[in-house]
């Protein structure tokens, strides 16, 4: 292997086995500490940033963003209209389906959580140009695509139950 070679391959090492799983271990632990904030569950924030970033949605289609069963998920939706970040309500489309929505107070108090990492990464993100934002925001969308795609595997497998084409969290529009 030439050397150009064992730097890329120390390169890749390093984002691999170092970097990207001590930063989703951070991540874990900064929802773990919201989630302990806002008297809800780790899964209970994952939920709130599903209804965040897609807008209101059925619960069978949460519990699967979520990976919970159905039965979990309206605990889950019990705790979060407990807690105040969320509300039931008709279906505009089908009178006879529910949807759950997060409440204002519910999108504030999550935003107001991650404020912090919010000004920290825009400033981080400030000491890079233009060419190396761009090649970040490549890697998070391949990565995203990547742990999808991960997602319906497993889903889909022989120990997974079977999974959509698409993987919750993951639409077509994302695959730019």
């Not at 070679?5 to 990207?20: H, N």
């Not at 519990?63 to 209209?81: E, Q």
């Not at 999808?148 to 595997?153: D, F, L, Q, S």
Request: hydrophobic content about 40%; glycine content about 10%.
């Amino acid at each position: 292997m030439t050397k150009p070679d064992q730097d890329r391959e120390a390169l890749l090492a390093a984002i691999i086995g170092d970097a990207v799983p001590g930063w989703a271990i951070l991540v874990v632990q900064l929802n773990n500490i919201v989630a302990d904030r806002l008297g809800v569950t780790d899964t209970d924030v994952q939920c709130l940033h599903v209804l965040g970033r897609h807008g209101p949605q059925t619960p069978g289609v949460l519990a699967k963003h979520v990976n919970l069963t159905t039965g979990s998920a309206s605990r889950m939706i019990d705790r979060l209209v407990a807690a105040g970040c969320v509300r039931r309500v008709a279906d505009p489309g089908d009178r006879r389906r529910v949807l759950v929505e997060p409440t204002q107070d519910g999108l504030d108090r999550v935003t107001a959580a991650y404020a912090g990492l919010i000004a920290r990464t825009r400033d981080d993100l400030g000491a890079f140009d233009d060419e190396e934002l761009s090649a970040v925001l490549r890697f998070l969308g391949t990565a995203r695509r990547s742990t999808a795609a991960e997602i319906h595997r497993l889903r889909s497998g022989p120990d997974g139950g079977a999974g959509s084409a698409e993987a919750p969290g993951q639409s077509t529009s994302d695959a730019r």
